[in-house]
């Protein structure tokens, strides 16, 4: 694949929320590529789609506790980073854009200027302690694809990825360029693109971001009822969903069942130590709660002053046999 340098597209300096959202609903930035691709925890492509149609705001995550420590410290790890390394590193205030794939976006964290291994890319992570366990075999998968999206605007051969964990935990991660996989990557990224262009869905995908997403297409019905009885893919959908409930409701009726069994074997007893695992089942702190029920029946105009509405959702329903 030929490689050419990035087109410097906007700068970031005075850039307001307003333009910076404006420019990223334009394309595809490194952040957005592990759930154009399918592969992110948080975000369907569906529902990135409704972003990037202008459906659905991308959601302000200025308040988040993570986003908001990770802007915080990014600066203290680009900085330790070059002193551990002993390299120079320098802000990028550019958004970049793919000189042949014009939806390819990418905003750097830093660029690395290497005196054995040229210029890189520095991205900055912060981690809680609780993801530890996610970068034992190296930089996670959806990270991983955000930094192989930032290669392939840039041209670049490598990118460090510099994380703390914890708070303490310092690690430095380096990402070689990979052709091979740049090019799936761009292949699965352009046809995500072509969804936007054409304005038609993704499919869904079982995720729960998937779920949100069609919640959020779909608030209210029209009170009429489709015909589908000759309709052979649907009928092959309901009957593949109905097998699998059932055999999930089994499943769960044997594991209650199971369960059930460990607590008769338990007793009085706090837990068990078993060959390969720990099994406890302990009584809760008592608390107190509010009846409220009684507290409506008693003083109704009390429960008045304080309700608030509440927008119904939709119900998925089954009835077989009807």
Avoid at 47 to 61: C, F, H, I, M, S
Avoid at 86 to 91: H, S
Avoid at 165 to 191: H, M, W
Wanted: with cysteine; glycine share 8%.
């Amino acid at each position: 694949m030929k490689r050419s340098n990035a087109v410097r597209l906007v700068s970031t300096r005075n850039l307001s929320r307003e333009e910076w959202l404006s420019v990223r609903g334009g394309g595809i930035g490194s952040s957005d590529a592990a759930a154009a691709v399918g592969i992110s925890s948080y975000k369907s492509p569906l529902e990135l789609w409704l972003e990037k149609t202008g459906r659905q705001e991308a959601p302000d995550l200025a308040a988040n506790d993570a986003v908001f420590w990770g802007a915080t410290l990014e600066h203290i790890i680009a900085n330790v980073y070059a002193e551990r390394t002993g390299v120079k590193v320098r802000r990028l205030n550019a958004v970049l854009q793919h000189p042949e794939y014009h939806f390819m976006l990418a905003n750097l964290d830093r660029v690395v200027q290497h005196p054995m291994d040229g210029n890189g890319v520095l991205e900055v992570k912060t981690a809680g302690v609780n993801s530890a366990q996610f970068w034992e075999e190296g930089v996670p998968d959806g990270y991983q694809c955000q930094v192989l999206h930032q290669l392939a605007v840039t041209g670049k051969e490598w990118c460090d990825v510099a994380v703390l964990i914890g708070g303490q935990d310092f690690r430095v991660y380096r990402v070689i360029r990979d052709e091979a996989r740049i090019a799936d990557l761009i292949q699965r990224e352009a046809k995500f693109w072509q969804y936007v262009i054409d304005d038609i869905p993704p499919p869904v995908d079982g995720s729960e971001s998937s779920g949100r997403a069609l919640a959020s297409m779909y608030p209210s019905d029209k009170g009429d009822v489709l015909d589908c009885t000759e309709d052979a893919g649907m009928n092959k959908l309901f009957s593949d969903y109905w097998a699998y409930r059932q055999q999930r409701e089994a499943a769960e009726a044997q594991e209650e069942l199971l369960k059930q069994q460990l607590q008769e074997r338990l007793g009085f007893a706090s837990g068990a130590v078993l060959g390969d695992a720990r099994i406890s089942w302990r009584k809760s702190k008592d608390s107190t709660t509010t009846d409220f029920k009684r507290l409506a029946e008693e003083n109704p105009e009390w429960i008045k002053l304080y309700e608030i509405p509440k927008p119904g959702t939709r119900r998925f329903l089954v009835q077989v046999g009807k």
